[in-house]
Nanobody
């Protein structure tokens, strides 16, 4: 199970940090690919960031063009979370943010957390 948190209403230029808490599996013991997506009303779902668990052949960390240079995705093995920080947020960052983790053939999703950026 994945549960996102950290969504809030912020002003343009602020930072926001989102957390995706995994339960039922310690992420430090598994090979996984973690992603943060977002979806704004009337728009398609957009990949924000992607991170592979530390392992041989680990793929590159990927950021969507709209957040490149402003976003950072990371894992916290102690807290068992996948985190996303976006700096210098813009009104166009307003969306519901979803966490996804793939472990082998299994894919887990969270329920989403809302980020609203006011001008």
């Amino acid at each position: 199970q994945l549960v996102e948190s950290g969504g809030e209403t912020v002003q343009a230029g602020d930072s926001v940090r989102l957390t995706c808490a995994a339960s039922g599996f310690p992420i430090r013991l598994y090979k996984w690919t973690g992603r943060w997506y977002r979806q704004a009303p009337g728009k398609e779902r957009e990949l924000v960031a992607q991170l592979d668990s530390p392992r041989p052949g680990r793929g590159p960390t990927i950021y969507g063009e709209s957040v490149k240079g402003r976003a950072s995705i990371s894992e916290d093995n102690e807290k068992n979370t996948l985190d996303l920080q976006i700096n210098s947020v813009k009104p166009e960052d307003t969306a519901t943010y979803y966490c996804n983790m793939e472990l082998g053939t299994e894919s887990y999703w969270g329920q989403g957390t809302q980020v609203t950026v006011s001008p």
